[in-house]
Structure formats: C-alpha cells, structure tokens
C-alpha cells in the first residue's frame, strides 16, 4: 500500500523560494523516494531522489539551490527550492519505488511505480 500527497506548490518571483511536502505511506520495508517534474511540452525529469538510509542525489541543473530531505519518522518528504528561476516552473511530482537495497536511490523514471497527483510551481521573471 503507498500513498502519496504533494502539498505546498504555488506561485513566485524569480529568486523566491518554495517548500513542496509529500505525505508519505509506504508500506514496503525498503524504498526510495524522489521529486520529478514536467514542464508543458516536456518529459517528465527527476530533480532529486533520496534513498531509504538518506543517500541522495539530484540533477545538475538544481545544484546549491534545491534540497531533498524526509523527516526522521518517513512520513514526509520536502523539496525546498531556493534561487528559484523561470525555467523551474512545472508540475512536480512525489514519487516512490521499491528497493533492494537500503543505500539505493535512482532518477529513473521507470523504477518508480507510485506517483502523487502533483503540485504545481509558476516562477515569475
């Protein structure tokens, strides 16, 4: 059973900041969780994973302005945005997948099996 509701999307200027929460029930004994986003006409890209023991990893392109991290109880998970630019704008997803392993996370959108509805964010320049 797994369930995922995003929270906290919204609008801002270019350079504001955002918190995005995913209220997290994930019943499998080892997962990993990421945050993906979709633009209007674009794939769907991951923008930072977090596995089960807290490794993480995110793409390039969000380095030194968003963070990944999850509460100590597992049942949240946070994307803060800072530095936030136009081109971030998207719908973002919580997402979550079953693991092997404890130390695994990945950004491959076909490991993920689970998806929350989706918040939006809209930066403005």
């Known amino acids: 059973q797994v369930q995922l509701v995003e929270s906290g999307g919204g609008s801002v200027q270019a350079g504001g900041s955002l918190r995005l929460s995913c209220a997290t029930v994930?019943?499998?004994?080892?997962?990993?969780l990421a945050w993906f986003r979709q633009a209007p006409g674009k794939e769907r890209e991951a923008v930072a994973f977090?596995?089960?023991?807290?490794?993480?990893g995110h793409r390039e392109s969000i380095e030194g302005r968003f963070t990944i991290s999850r509460d100590s109880a597992k049942t949240t998970l946070y994307l803060q945005m800072d530095s936030l630019k136009p081109e971030d704008t998207a719908m973002y997803y919580c997402a979550a997948g079953r693991s092997a392993f404890a130390s695994s996370c990945t950004s491959s959108r076909d490991q993920y099996n689970y998806w929350g509805q989706g918040a939006r964010v809209t930066v403005s320049s």
């Open positions: 994930v019943t499998y004994t080892t997962y990993f």
């Open positions: 977090i596995a089960d023991n807290g490794n993480r």
